[in-house]
């Protein structure tokens, strides 16, 4: 995780074994892509952990490129079309599954802007206050426009959705980035995923659910 190479495969190992469970525990197909969340973030987990190997090395330079390409490759290409596909795919209400649809197509597209950058800028990782902080040398208007875009495809389906826990999980999350980006601005990135991750344990809890209740659901049970 964001705080040395243990923690991060310590980590790693607990949500990879949480995201098998949670695959096995799932009996909704529309829930399928949702429940393997922890471990994602599992795996993404471990590829910091040899970030951090790496870093404090000061020697294995290509176990640097591909860790950080690696964690990368999840935080910036996975997460933004994975969060609205997961969300829209269990998603019952037709009046929000257009919303959730341009928010999938929005994380695909911000997939494909930070696809592009990896590919033409280069990659730094390095540790800051005990930190990793994540690097893309590209021009800044390029990385704001990609930052914002990936905000709203990463949070927005949480908090569009009928499914009560995966709301609930939304708001987490929300709060979560609000506390990462103000403390740990450098080391954003780093420090968020693994707020994500810790909050990725929940979905364990939320796919026990059969079905996911919606608000309007519980409204109409009132």
Not at 24 to 38: H, I, V
Not at 92 to 120: H, K
Not at 153 to 159: C, D, H, K, R, S
Not at 212 to 221: D, P
Request: aromatic share 12%; net charge positive.
């Amino acid at each position: 995780m964001c705080f040395s190479a243990e923690a991060s495969f310590i980590g790693g190992a607990v949500l990879t074994t949480i995201g098998i469970l949670a695959i096995r525990k799932n009996r909704e197909p529309s829930q399928r892509l949702f429940a393997t969340m922890p471990l994602v973030f599992g795996l993404q987990q471990l590829a910091e952990g040899f970030v951090w190997i790496a870093l404090e090395s000061g020697q294995q330079h290509l176990l640097l490129k591909n860790s950080t390409i690696a964690f990368l490759i999840a935080a910036l290409l996975i997460w933004p079309t994975f969060v609205p596909l997961s969300v829209r795919l269990m998603e019952t209400d037709r009046r929000r599954r257009p919303i959730l649809n341009g928010l999938t197509a929005l994380g695909a597209l911000t997939s494909l802007a930070y696809l592009s950058g990896l590919l033409r800028f280069e990659v730094i990782a390095q540790i800051n206050n005990l930190h990793i902080n994540y690097g893309v040398d590209a021009p800044q208007s390029y990385l704001r426009i990609a930052y914002m875009a990936y905000l709203a495809a990463t949070l927005l389906p949480f908090l569009f959705t009928t499914k009560r826990r995966v709301w609930l999980l939304g708001v987490v999350v929300t709060v979560s980035y609000v506390i990462a980006a103000y403390f740990y601005t450098e080391q954003l990135l780093s420090v968020w995923c693994f707020f994500a991750a810790v909050t990725s344990c929940v979905v364990w809890w939320i796919v026990g659910e059969q079905p996911i209740k919606t608000s309007e659901t519980i409204s109409q049970n009132a």
